[in-house]
């Protein structure tokens, strides 16, 4: 993650901030988020009948891909933050597809570009990302989204 002023935000816009690291995709962390969302679709969870369908296997719950963009765009070399950020909360998104499945075991990462930056009132900056999740040896991503984080300074 880089922090800097935030008066220089806008220097970023358009740029892009690099990639997280390739995080795993298993059938346990599928199986937990289920349970967790009380979402247990077959496609899911069901291994046997998963082999029958398209996919060929079971897949990850969209939600969940979009789930774990806190903790990929954690390494996220140039993520950008404020210097002196009190906090930043999850603001929503502005747009958000999911392009293609992640199959059981495969990987994904995020890719950070910085879209807009505003200051809103005075040490509260909302900050527009554009992440693509990628999965690894595939070239359909598994979702685009604008993301909205906004920075307290």
Known sequence: M?????????????KE?????WFEINQAR??????????????????VAAKETPFGSTIAHG???LSLLPHLQASVGDFLCANNLK?????????LRFMAP?????KIRARAKLLEASER???????????????????KPALIAEWLLMNFV
């Open 121 to 139: 009132k005075p040490g509260q900056w909302l900050l527009k990302f554009e992440i693509t999740v990628d999965i690894q040896g595939e070239e």
């Open 17 to 21: 901030l690099g990639s997280s690291d």
């Open 30 to 47: 599928i199986n937990a988020f289920a349970d967790a969302t009380l979402d247990h679709q077959f496609i899911h969870v069901d291994e």
């Open 63 to 65: 939600f969940l891909t």
């Open 102 to 106: 992640v199959k059981v075991d495969k």
């Open 87 to 95: 906090m930043a909360v999850n603001y929503g998104f502005d747009k």
């Open 2 to 14: 880089k922090f800097i002023d935030a008066n220089t935000f806008t220097d970023y816009i358009g």
